[in-house]
């Protein structure tokens, strides 16, 4: 009960400090497009889908593999295998990692919504 606490208040916190958008420039690139930047919104999210991710196998529920997986969960999966196959393609490989990572980031964000 705790632990879903801390992850509800996570995203309180989440959406409070998404205006703040707190980055650390990495790589900077000619446009913004190609610069690599760490926020510290995409930290906070990454440690509230990992309490998460212990908070549901502590509790052996896992809501989207149960029998009613909706068809926006068909789109996603359709939508990311295109996005991970594009990798592949991409002139610069490690700037199309990055931005997957943020779409992975987002669909994390969705489950927990969702969830």
Do not use: C, H, N
């Not at 801390?6 to 998404?18: M, N, T, W």
């Not at 926020?39 to 991710?53: G, S, V």
């Not at 991409?90 to 987002?106: I, Q, V």
């Amino acid at each position: 009960m705790k632990l879903e606490k801390i992850i509800e208040y996570g995203l309180y916190l989440l959406v409070f400090l998404l205006p703040l958008q707190t980055r650390w420039i990495i790589k900077l690139g000619e446009i913004e497009y190609w610069t690599y930047s760490l926020y510290a919104i995409d930290i906070l999210l990454l440690a509230i889908l990992l309490l998460f991710a212990i908070y549901a196998f502590r509790k052996r529920e896992f809501s989207i593999f149960s029998s009613q997986f909706s068809k926006i969960w068909y789109a996603i999966i359709i939508l990311d295998i295109f996005i991970f196959i594009s990798i592949f393609f991409a002139t610069d490989k490690w700037l199309s990692l990055y931005k997957y990572s943020w779409f992975l980031l987002g669909v994390g964000l969705f489950l927990l919504i969702d969830g």
